[in-house]
T-cell receptor, first 115, second 114 residues
Framework: KAGVTQTPRYLIKTRGQQVTLSCSPISGHRSVSWYQQTPGQGLQFLFEYFSETQRNKGNFPGRFSGRQFSNSRSEMNVSTLELGDSALYLC??????????????FGPGTRLTVL | AQSVTQPDIHITVSEGASLELRCNYSYGATPYLFWYVQSPGQGLQLLLKYFSGDTLVQGIKGFEAEFKRSQSSFNLRKPSVHWSDAAEYFCAVGAIQGAQKLVFGQGTRLTINP
């Protein structure tokens, strides 16, 4: 079974631009979570989508948004980019059989650099 | 609120030596606990997880971890490390209900001396 895929793997943007990152979960997985990883803040939860609905959101400004499609693929968008948005953005998928926390499988990440 | 502490930012061990990485968590109920490993520039790979039952769990690559409720700990161990184990290791806690959200520790970077 194919793993979680993320595209693109690398992105370079300038301040003020916007960016869209894509995540394809493992086949059959219904939940997609997004995390931001930086050297200073570590791994931080952005948001989670399940059945096309945002189910939980971390403590990030409204410039960070996401969505999920009917095939469980997910995108996240960052508008009005700031230098501090430079990070590795990780997507994780889980089956979520309704039993609480489930094992999350991570993609390779998208490295975003904001100049 | 959930939180995870990994007290050791960086650990260096010699190849063949034993390893223990510490993890302490804060959570109001029995947590779901995970250890992930990350090689440079890569995503996270699951090493092992604890949901319930036997408090000593076995994972991939020869790793094991022991859940100790009384100490709120979930330490990762390996009896003999290999040079390929050099990476960053993250402990994480997940909620038993609701959304799929992990709270991670700050990570422990492992260096292996030849």
């Amino acid at each position: 079974k194919a793993g979680v895929t993320q595209t693109p793997r690398y992105l370079i943007k300038t301040r003020g631009q916007q960016v869209t990152l894509s995540c394809s979960p493992i086949s059959g997985h219904r939940s997609v979570s997004w995390y931001q990883q930086t050297p200073g803040q570590g791994l931080q939860f952005l948001f989670e989508y399940f059945s096309e609905t945002q189910r939980n959101k971390g403590n990030f400004p409204g410039r960070f948004s996401g969505r999920q499609f009917s095939n469980s693929r997910s995108e996240m968008n960052v508008s009005t980019l700031e230098l501090g948005d430079s990070a590795l953005y990780l997507c994780a998928s889980s089956l979520d059989a309704g039993r609480g926390a489930d094992t999350q499988y991570f993609g390779p990440g998208t490295r975003l650099t904001v100049l | 609120a959930q939180s995870v502490t990994q007290p050791d930012i960086h650990i260096t061990v010699s190849e063949g030596a034993s390893l223990e990485l510490r993890c302490n968590y804060s959570y109001g109920a029995t947590p779901y606990l995970f250890w992930y490993v990350q090689s440079p520039g890569q995503g996270l790979q699951l090493l092992l997880k604890y949901f319930s039952g036997d408090t000593l769990v076995q994972g991939i690559k020869g790793f094991e971890a022991e859940f100790k409720r009384s100490q709120s700990s979930f330490n990762l161990r390996k009896p003999s490390v290999h040079w390929s184990d050099a990476a960053e290791y993250f402990c994480a806690v997940g909620a038993i209900q609701g959304a799929q959200k992990l709270v991670f520790g700050q990570g422990t970077r492992l260096t292996i001396n030849p």
